[in-house]
């Protein structure tokens, strides 16, 4: 398994993700720091790589009820964050299909402190 891949930030600074446990890489597209659920900072991103989905469930987050699957690394199974399968309020649709992946579950290189 690549150890990670190279991403993109703003278009001047590259940044290296994988999973902490076992390396593994997380995303190939760039990501976001504009959504985190309570103290547990997050980055969102369309389409993460080597990632599975547990079944969704409704949960009540800050921003009202969403009903959101579990993600986790496909090679080392580790919980990694949520899926945004479906927002029940309008103004929280934009989240539907973006991953959160958890800061705690990551390494990050070459770049974000």
């Known amino acids: 398994v690549e150890l990670c891949r ?8 590259s940044v290296d993700l994988s999973a902490e446990a076992c390396r593994a890489p997380l995303t190939t597209s760039p990501l976001s720091r ?5 103290a547990k900072a997050g980055l969102t991103s369309s389409t993460p790589v080597n ?13 009202g009820l969403h009903a959101v699957a579990d993600i986790y690394c496909e090679n080392c199974k580790t919980t990694l964050g949520w ?22 579950h990551m390494i990050k290189d070459n770049g974000w402190d």
């Open 6 to 13: 190279r991403l993109e930030k703003r278009g001047t600074q």
């Open 34 to 38: 504009s959504l985190s659920r309570g």
């Open 51 to 63: 990632v599975g989905c547990g079944p969704a469930e409704e949960r009540v987050l800050l921003t």
């Open 83 to 104: 899926k945004y399968e479906h927002a029940f309020e309008s103004s929280q649709k934009y989240k539907e299909g973006k991953f959160i992946i958890e800061l705690a």
